[in-house]
């Protein structure tokens, strides 16, 4: 199974509102089998089709100690959220990058799974702020966008130096 190359910020595809799943095919099951292969290889606890250039409202979450708790997203909705946390975060899009952001304490996401039923989790803790994080993503947002003008211009600068070098 390929793993899929990942976005990193600040491009702009990651600025791409992903669009609603409309048929969940062998083409859906395949991207959601590669996207989990890439998040375990990261490693990462969650992916954003968006991350792999795929603009799909279509999410993978494990957030398991024993990394085999696979959660497969399709259109997944907030339906429900409450209370503040207070979190540090990466993201696979922003290597070497950790910052803390604040975030609903609990969420309640509403979704389809890979047979097409609706489904709906409810979170809180490290699986609350992941859900939150990769919804952000497929509405074209990235967690630094929680951060200060200054650190954004930073990281920008810091991960554009990055890709210079490693061209
Ligand atoms: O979207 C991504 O790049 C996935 C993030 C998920 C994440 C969301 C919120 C808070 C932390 C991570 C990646 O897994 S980043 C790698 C990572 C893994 C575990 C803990 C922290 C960062
Ligand atoms: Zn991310």
């Known amino acids: 199974m390929p793993l899929l190359p990942i976005l990193r910020f600040p491009d702009p595809r ?11 095919d062998h083409t859906i099951r ?10 375990y290889e990261a490693p990462g606890i969650g992916l ?17 100690e024993t990394r085999d708790q ?10 429900e959220s409450q209370g503040v946390q207070v979190c540090e975060e990466g993201c696979l899009s922003v290597p ?3 910052d803390k952001v604040e975030r609903a304490e609990s969420v309640v996401v509403g979704y389809l799974d890979l047979d ?11 699986l ?8 952000e993503h497929l509405d074209g947002h990235v967690f630094v966008e929680h951060l200060s003008l200054l650190k954004q211009t930073r990281i920008k600068s810091k991960l554009l130096k990055q890709s210079r070098i490693t061209a």
């Open 14 to 24: 990651l600025k791409i509102v992903a669009a609603a799943v409309e048929n969940i």
């Open 30 to 39: 395949r991207l959601a089998r590669d996207m989990a292969e890439t998040m």
């Open 48 to 64: 954003a089709a968006t991350q792999v250039d795929v603009h799909k409202r279509l999410v993978v979450i494990d957030v398991s």
């Open 70 to 79: 696979l959660l497969v997203l399709i259109n997944p909705k907030l339906l």
């Open 96 to 98: 070497g990058i950790y």
């Open 116 to 126: 097409g039923k609706a489904q709906t989790i409810a979170a809180d803790g490290m």
């Open 128 to 135: 609350a702020v992941c859900l939150q994080h990769e919804i």
